[in-house]
């Protein structure tokens, strides 16, 4: 079982950055690959990236491939989504995951989920 909260969203001009974090809870968090993604109004919940439990496999969407960068600190029990470059077309609620199936890119491959963090970028 694993516990996710997410933090580090907020409201900024398009064009700038933001780091999402997510701290996971549970001494198995090193064994999981995590996932990001977000869900804008009236829109399905879409991949944006992922991470394997080494980091060394690191996949993106296409839509962020470039400006957002996903990372991990196992000792701190944490992954991250450095976002830049912002556009409108970014806001929506962002949230972490833990892989628990096959496929980076499926909602249904991720058992664990976060509440949420809303971005909204402004043009």
């Known amino acids: 079982q694993v516990q996710l909260v997410e933090s580090g969203g907020g409201l900024v001009q398009a064009g700038g950055s933001l780091r999402l974090s997510c701290a996971a809870s549970?001494?198995?968090?090193?064994?999981?690959?995590m996932g990001w993604f977000r869900q804008a109004p009236g829109m399905e919940r879409e991949f944006v990236a992922a991470?394997?439990?080494?980091?060394?496999?690191?996949p993106y969407a296409d839509s962020v491939k470039g400006r957002f960068t996903i990372s991990r600190d196992n000792a701190k029990n944490t992954v991250y989504l450095q976002m830049n470059s912002l556009k409108p077309e970014d806001t929506a609620v962002y949230y972490c995951?833990?892989?628990?199936?096959?496929?980076?890119?499926?909602?249904?491959?991720?058992?664990?989920w976060g509440q949420g963090t809303q971005v909204t970028v402004s043009s």
């Open positions: 549970g001494r198995t968090f090193s064994s999981y690959a």
């Open positions: 995951a833990a892989r628990t199936g096959a496929g980076w890119g499926q909602a249904r491959s991720y058992s664990y």
């Open positions: 991470i394997s439990w080494s980091g060394g496999t690191t």
